[in-house]
């Protein structure tokens, strides 16, 4: 079983993602979405949070071996970037979504030197819009950032397009299209949802997908 596989099943298994094609959730942003995903959940589950962390420390050794520090997103890499930096034996840090209004004004919590190699991880990548933030709060703190490593990304164009444009990559240890063939093959989903899923993944706007 592949890497890939594996989180997928953990993430369907614990219900940390829906499928629902049927009966679409409604995101933040008012896009109508056969999916939801919460990878908080996976932090409940020793066996999982086990899996899910390891497969973190994993993609950091393979595709980011250069890195001298780990950085979360806040609020939901905190716990991921403490546990992987555990693991990797490495400085761990997060950035704010913004400067606090007291004390030091930080947004960057932890410390950053001066051309330091960082790996910011993400629980998800949908727009990527909140970890490009991310990355570039580090960069303007002179961080050096080799990339964002990820639980799961929905694979959507203005993700890639958005990280192309900002430089930098992602790994994440699972995607959609690897969740929706273990949902298949598991029955969590049936066979006749598959189009109707992938059409939404390659134009969420549009929700003509809802009638396919």
């Not at 056969?34 to 999982?48: A, E, G, K, Q, S």
């Not at 932890?110 to 990527?128: C, F, H, M, N």
């Not at 819009?129 to 164009?157: H, N, P, Q, W």
């Not at 397009?161 to 959609?176: G, I, K, M, P, T």
Request: some cysteine.
């Amino acid at each position: 079983m592949t890497r890939e596989e594996l989180i997928a099943k953990d993430l369907l298994k614990i219900e940390a993602v829906f499928l629902r094609p049927e009966d679409p959730f409604t995101w933040a942003s008012g896009i109508k979405s056969p999916i939801y995903c919460d990878n908080r959940l996976t932090l409940f589950y020793p066996n999982v949070r086990n899996d899910v962390e390891n497969a973190l420390a994993e993609l950091i050794r393979e595709k980011y071996p250069e890195c001298e520090a780990i950085m979360g997103t806040s609020t939901a890499g905190i716990a991921h970037a403490a546990i992987v930096a555990d693991i990797l034996e490495l400085p761990m840090g997060y950035v704010r979504a913004s400067a606090k209004d007291h004390g030091r004004n930080n947004r960057i919590e932890g410390r950053v030197l001066p051309k330091q190699k960082v790996v910011v991880i993400e629980d998800l990548i949908s727009t990527a819009g909140s970890c490009v933030e991310v990355v570039e709060a580090l960069r303007e703190a002179d961080a050096e950032v080799l990339g964002i490593a990820s639980i799961f990304t929905y694979g959507m164009k203005k993700a890639d397009d958005r990280l192309a444009e900002h430089q930098v990559v992602n790994h994440s240890c699972s995607n959609y299209d690897v969740l929706i063939k273990i949902a298949s093959e598991e029955g969590y989903i049936k066979k006749e949802q598959i189009a109707k899923l992938l059409a939404f993944r390659d134009a969420p706007q549009d929700e003509s997908w809802m009638n396919i």
